[in-house]
């Protein structure tokens, strides 16, 4: 059949217009993320590649857990976590909350996340890095933002 790349055989629905370079895990070898819209804003496609230095290619990362190609709004880096960290919003739960995809042995996989919910007339606020939810202040849960930088993407030549 035709050749599909990496971004086709993802299902991803525009092509990427942005990109940007950034050594997410601190090995000292950068990876490549590809950005562009999906069907319907604040919504994005993404995909991130890495390079095999030992066969000297460009791969694409695989991601364990679901398939997180599609991120809400802005993506953020954590250089603590080594993560992406992107945004997704459930209308029907009224929360909001911010994923971590550290990059471990070639492939993304989830690490936790920060929540914000509205539940009985307040808004609580949790912190799932450890491997349970632990609810905390406002000020703790801005601490954990404050520390993602926004990727800065730049776009396609």
């Given at each position: 059949?035709a050749y599909?790349t ?7 629905s525009?092509?990427?217009?942005q ?11 950068e ?9 319907f ?10 390079c095999?230095?030992d066969?000297?290619?460009v ?11 599609f991120c ?9 976590y ?6 997704c ?6 929360c909001?909350?911010?994923d971590?995809?550290a990059l ?11 929540m ?5 007339g307040?808004y609580?606020?949790i912190?799932s ?6 609810y ?20 396609l030549?």
């Open positions: 059949g599909k990496p971004w086709d055989k993802a299902e991803l525009n092509l990427p217009n990109y940007a370079i950034l050594d997410i895990d601190g090995n000292g070898v990876e490549l993320i590809l950005f562009g819209p999906a069907y804003e604040p919504w994005n496609n993404y995909m991130v590649f890495t095999n230095v066969k000297a290619s791969i694409p990362v695989e991601i364990i857990n679901d398939n997180p190609h809400y709004n802005q993506m953020y880096h954590s250089a603590k080594k993560s992406l960290v992107f945004g919003m459930s209308l029907m739960g009224g909001f909350a911010r971590y995809y471990q042995g070639g492939s993304f996989k989830s690490i936790g996340y920060l914000t919910q509205y539940a009985g307040n609580q606020y912190v890095l450890t491997g349970s939810d632990n905390v202040s406002k000020s703790v849960y801005d601490q954990y933002n404050n520390e993602l930088v926004p990727i800065a993407f730049a776009p030549p």
